[in-house]
């Protein structure tokens, strides 16, 4: 009975000490007893919140996901096979202290890069699918980021494969330069040619999804689909007010304001994201367009 007291004053303290850090990072990666919301800044147990699609179950907030964690909610059990995940970045510009940053990285969220890309099936149909983790730099698009994402969407076309990337990032890499704003250029090059060969594009954006990773290819899905609340722009607001000295409308930035004004074709809850992709990929697949006579 002792210990029975014992454990639940131990379970007190710790979501007493989670209640008292406002400003730890935010719940990428839920584990442990407690998950905080960082929205409506409530705990709730762990299992509960993965149970629910890593979405808060009091408000609704879709916490982050890691790249992993996406691919195991989205892509068939057992059908993801990664490309290219041994690529590095090899430092170019001798920025000061960019080598360790990357190796700390590396150990902590076990990624050597910011995205994650592969095949899979989804509700048993073929996809190419990419996924950007931001733990990794703040999802940063580098050289390699730029690659891997070029790459996954080169094999498509040449397998004909239809192309969903899930981006979370926080813009070009500064670090390295000139080298990282080329990936822009790259990346939509790649993409205009998977278009070209008549293939699907889907662009599914997460929170956070900035600069020029929502500059290039985050906004060139055929379907933009995008999880409600999340912060999607190019700059941030002050930035944007200093430059045409006006006031921002409130939530100008968000999912909800962006498919008012025609940016994004859908919000699409987490839960129901898998099953979207599914019929999304299915009407779009070459035996549906035979049925379909066109
Ligand atoms: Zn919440």
Do not use: W
Request: contains cysteine; aromatic residues 6%; glycine residues 10%.
């Amino acid at each position: 009975m002792i210990s029975l007291f014992k454990e639940r004053r131990q379970k007190l303290t710790r979501f007493k000490s989670m209640q008292q850090k406002p400003d730890r990072p935010k719940a990428s990666v839920p584990a442990g007893l407690y998950t905080h919301c960082p929205d409506c800044n409530q705990d709730f147990i762990s299992e509960q919140v993965a149970a629910n699609f890593f979405v808060c179950p009091g408000c609704g907030y879709h916490l982050r996901l890691t790249a992993h964690g996406r691919i195991k909610l989205i892509a068939d059990k057992g059908s993801v096979r990664e490309l290219n995940a041994g690529l590095t970045t090899r430092e170019n510009l001798d920025f000061p202290g960019y080598s360790e940053k990357l190796a700390a990285l590396e150990a902590s969220t076990g990624l050597k890069e910011a995205v994650v890309t592969g095949v899979c099936t989804i509700e048993g149909h073929s996809a190419m699918i990419g996924v950007m983790d931001s733990r990794f730099m703040m999802g940063s698009m580098g050289s390699v980021v730029g690659e891997k994402i070029t790459r996954a969407v080169e094999y498509a076309t040449k397998r004909r494969l239809p192309v969903i990337i899930f981006t979370a990032s926080g813009g070009a890499r500064m670090q390295e330069g000139i080298v990282s704003l080329m990936q822009m250029a790259k990346t939509s090059n790649a993409l205009a040619r998977h278009s070209q060969a008549g293939l699907l594009y889907i662009s599914c954006l997460t929170h956070p999804t900035t600069g020029g990773v929502t500059a290039s290819f985050a906004s060139l899905g055929d379907i933009i689909i995008a999880e409600p609340r999340a912060l999607i722009g190019f700059a941030g607001p002050r930035v944007i007010e200093q430059t045409i000295r006006q006031k921002l409308p409130e939530g100008f930035q968000r999912s909800e304001f962006l498919l008012e004004h025609g940016f994004i074709d859908m919000i699409v809850e987490r839960h129901k994201l898998k099953s979207t992709l599914g019929s999304l990929l299915r009407l779009h697949s070459p035996s549906a367009r035979v049925k379909g006579g066109g």
